[in-house]
Each structure stands twice: as structure tokens, then as C-alpha cells.
């Protein structure tokens, strides 16, 4: 695993977004396993919120997808393992207030809660306002 990866997955264990990550996908039911770069991976996610496919919490992604969706769907791995540095960059579970915020301001400029949110444009989503999918 390179140092920075290393990095990201210390700070988020410290700052307790993972943790936070394990529970949420606790309560969803989604079933953990070990994913590349210190990441996890939570595929069969069931509550209704958020209505995103796929979503991060500190090192912890969590998806509606079962595992072989998402081992086909890397774009969209890559994308969330980018909200997880962003969580280590952000202290935590402070980045939920800052992307809720980042979002808004999008949703007031494009009508669109990612096109513009800053968030959304660092982990790789583009303007053209088409969301991810699962190919």
C-alpha cells in the first residue's frame, strides 16, 4: 500500500469517520470486506438514504450493489475513494457539513446537487451532470 493511502487510512481511523462508516453500513445491513488501498467495501446496502449507488464514510464505501457489481464498476470505486481522502483532509465527519454545503450552493447555480459541488468535482464527476453508473 503506497504511504499516502497508508496516510488517509490512519487519519480516518483517528478522527473516527471509519468507525462512523462501519455503523452506517451496520444499520443498512451491507456486508464488509476488505478493499484495495486500505479501504472497505460495503456491498447490499439497504436503507433508502441516501438514494446515491454507491457513498463513502471515512475509509468505508457503501453501496446498494452487490460485490461483483461494484468489481465491475471501477470509475465509480475510484470516485468514492476519493471522498475518502477527502474525509482525512477534512478532520472527518466535518466534510458532511462542508459537501451538504457544497452541494447546495451546486443545486442553487445548476439545479443539480454535483455539478458544481467542489467535492463532487476533486473525486472526479465531470458538468455533464450524468451520474455515475454501473456498467
Not at 465491475?72 to 451538504?100: D, I, K, N
Amino acid at each position: 500500500m503506497r504511504a499516502a493511502y497508508r496516510v488517509r487510512l490512519a487519519a480516518n481511523l483517528v478522527n473516527g469517520s471509519t468507525a462512523a462508516g462501519v455503523l452506517i453500513a451496520a444499520a443498512g445491513r451491507a456486508r464488509l470486506t476488505a478493499g484495495r488501498d486500505g479501504l472497505l467495501i460495503a456491498a447490499g446496502y439497504r436503507l433508502p438514504v441516501p438514494a446515491a449507488p454507491a457513498f463513502c464514510v471515512g475509509n468505508v464505501i457503501i453501496s446498494r450493489m452487490d460485490r461483483a457489481a461494484l468489481a465491475r464498476a471501477p470509475v465509480l470505486l475510484a470516485h468514492e475513494a476519493r471522498h475518502a481522502t477527502q474525509y482525512a483532509c477534512c478532520a472527518g465527519l466535518p466534510m458532511l457539513p462542508l459537501y451538504f454545503a457544497a452541494a447546495a450552493v451546486s443545486w442553487l447555480l445548476a439545479g443539480d446537487f454535483g455539478a458544481w459541488n467542489v467535492f463532487e468535482r476533486r473525486a472526479g464527476r465531470t458538468l455533464t451532470l450524468e451520474p455515475y453508473q454501473a456498467s
